[in-house]
């Protein structure tokens, strides 16, 4: 059973959820890791011990093959035509949930698995799997309070993973509880709970949830724990960018260097934020650091080629560009960008396709990808 | 009578002019002696449950009565727990008494049906002479005729100003449908205005979930009313004026509802490309704006993409709320000035004159704000000759300042200067409490309502009574730019003349405006075209490129005045 195309429902939706709002990015030009990892978010909840073994007769046996094979439209259709009183069964009333989850229909999920949590004893396999199943069908309709008291269940069991405890620390903060968060998190990173470090991951984790302001508090408490903690002053700098105190982003970025000289991103993030200050000759040295640092990173690529773009070396920034783009394909603004290269050297046809090329791959593009 | 008005004025305005700013510009709040009272009722006060409670919608400045002095027309919403009948909300008109005030006609105007009104566009559909309203509404849009009886001696004094004709001339929907922007314009180039009107989102009630119950339902963490995202969209409208009153949906065999998926808000018509035929650009919010460019044989073609007005510099899209034109590095082009949600930057582009604009958004003086940024106004504060930007906000999330303070429900206005070489300064806080004041603001419109020749602002205040902030540039004991305003009467075209596109050639520069019939946020501005001028007091040329081509002149146009310009073939 594929009980979890889900967990590809969880990736997809952190990753939709970040792209939403999360302006804080915008102004980088989406560059991705060239070596990304593709990882498969698994989420083992196949604890179906407390069901009757495969190949034995029954609805129950049938339902929970179906569910096992991915079939859960199947096994819906099944129950519709059981009995009422067999489809009231609590382990009946489970599969039904297991099913509406598995279709994406969180609603009908947790109508039918919170009663199946109500009804199994505390500890038992069934009451476990209910429960990390009617948190996280809260968390996927953003009822972040009413999913954290199922999660808290599932402390210290075998499904008390770091992707549910991803999706508890999430919760905590969405419901504003920012140390029981921090705690969550600590855990999960297995760093002290209330340390600097604790502070740092959290911070990190509420700018992944544009809850900026929080997260400006959070490094600041880390700062004050221990000053020379890397990505501090990197995070701060971002989050001061972000709300156009380029200056002070600047000056921190530059402390962050300087306790931490061999991080590349620090160096992007300078370059970039000295183009946002139009300063575009500051911008390209530290451009240039950030990819000698770590030259798998297209972001600099293309923040460089803008750079010589916006200083009319078309001819650079079309190298500089293509480069980017042979190293991260599908990367939309670099194609932008790229067309505007074209179409400042009067290559109109050029730019047109580049244009399309960037369209084509824009996020919720409805053109086939 | 412009010099009684200015004593008057004078009076009002004793100890509060202030010069000294390097900008020589203050705006003074005369919304109280004015005669706005009267809130304009959109949607919760603290908090908003469907985004229909959000978007508000705009004002205009125009002259109904034809006496040669602006009127004021304030669109109007509703709440969705019902209001008692006689408390229902509406646009109010208020025509200009002339002495700085203003009188509340909407009671005869014809005009006080109540609904969720969005845009307006204004101008002279049937050439009658009388400049007639379209107002975009969640339901039903509606066209509203001015009936021309505005003397005491009309024949039916207590009939009503204006008739809604939406029936009869066409223009009844039979699906519900939530319009957004809209303007008059001759596409056709035939002489009568056709009409443009975009769709922002489809939007059932009961079909979209309350705060905090779907995935676009929450902001910084905090229930939200949802949407535009997880909205489905809706496409946009054209149609045809077929010069006897009545008009034709030419949406399809045009090309205008060929362009899908986006969350269309201001539509803005303007002939980018400089070809004698208009264009339209539509500010889309969360998605890719639109340029219908105008192929002149009947269709249009979407180009914003390759024209580089569509994204940000980086390709990403942006929440396009509110949209202006004009010439703000003055290389005889219009450029685009468009407004943003929070903590975005509203963007600039400039007209390269290339066939393509560029982003100089931050090249020219402009970052992010906290602040959700509507109504806007490329336009001449200063009678300096350089455009200025005066843009108004408001949040959509009342709810959110509560806990985050950097997000206020009520926002100041935002003014830039214009400094001539290619940027602009924040000087928001210099140019008066009037701009300091908070409101959550929607539309704005620009014009001359005490025709002292220089532009006052009228704002829409979401649940608040609509704000007209005077421009004391030129007031007593003051000495300000130069300026001419042009009122453009056409013959052979429009008789509005939407669409007239005018260069004033001053010493080494050449001024440029368009007339149309919306820009800001979903607003209409005074259709005089105001020129400032500086020191030049007289003007060497006026070309004027009438909508439907031909090209009229004036030569030694002295400043400072009024001039009607009716359109001539010879």
Known sequence: MDAFRSSEHLFNYVVKDGDKLNLLYRDVNAGTVVTKMRTPLILPVLLLGFLPARGQEGPLARVQELLQAGQAKQALTIVATLDPNVRQQ???????????????????????????????????????????????????????????????????????????????????????????????????????????????????????????????????????????????????????????????????????????????????????????????????????KSIWLNPFFSGPFIVLGKAYLKKGDNTNAENILKRALSMDVNNYSGHYLLAQVYQKTGRMEEARKEFQTAERLRPNSNQPQ | MTCCVRLIFGVLLAGVAVEGNGFNLWFADVSKEAGFAEPVVYGGVESKKYIIETNGCGVAFADFDNDGWIDVLTLGGSRLNRLPQDQNPASRLYLNRRDGTFIDVTRRSGLDQPGWASGVTIGDFDNDGWTDIFVTYWGQNRLYRNQGNWRREAPNPSEPLFRDVTQSAGLAGIERRWGSGCAFFDYDRDGDLDLFVANYLKFEIEKVPTPGNGPNCQWKGIPVNCGPRGLPTDTNLLYRNRGDGTFEDVSHPSGIAIVQDRYAMTALVTDFNDDSWPDIYVACDSTASILYRNNQNGTFTDVALEVGVAYNEDGQSQAGMGVAAGDFDGDGLLDFFKTHFADDLPVLYRNTGQGYFEDVSRAAGFDHTPFVQWGTGLVDLDNDSWPDVFTVAGSVYPEVEARFSEYPHRNPRLVYRNLGNGRFRDISKEVGEAVQSRYSSRGCAFGDFDNDGDLDVLIMNMNDPPQLLRNEHIAPNRTGGNWLKLRLVGTHSNRSAVGARVRLWIGQRVLIQELSSQSGYYSHNDPRLHFGLGAVSLVDRVEIRWPKGNIQTLENVRSNQILTITESLK
């Open chain 1, 90 to 288: 609590p382990l009946m009333q489970h599969l039904t949930g297991l099913a509406h989850y598995q279709l994406g229909d969180y609603l009908q999920a947790v109508t039918f698995l919170a009663s199946s949590f109500a009804q199994a004893a505390k500890g038992t396999s069934q009451r476990i799997q209910a429960a990390q199943l009617v948190g996280m069908s809260h968390y996927f309709l953003n009822r972040f309070a009413e999913a954290l008291p199922y999660l808290a269940e599932l402390e210290g069991s075998p499904l008390d993973t770091a992707e549910t405890q991803y999706v508890r620390g999430i919760c905590q903060l969405q419901t504003q509880n920012v140390q029981e968060a921090r705690r969550t998190f600590a855990r999960m990173f297995a760093v002290p709970a209330d340390s600097a470090s604790s502070r740092l991951i959290n911070a990190q984790m509420m700018i992944r949830q544009n809850l900026e302001e929080l997260a400006v508090q959070e490094l600041q408490g880390a700062l004050a724990l221990d000053p020379r903690l890397p990505q501090v002053r990197f995070l701060l700098g971002e989050l001061a960018i972000y709300k156009s105190d380029l200056d002070g982003g600047i000056e921190l970025l530059k402390q962050e260097i300087e306790i931490n000289p061999g991080f590349a991103m620090a160096y992007y993030r300078l370059g970039e934020a000295y183009g946002r200050q139009q300063r575009w000759d500051e911008a390209i040295p530290p451009l240039q």
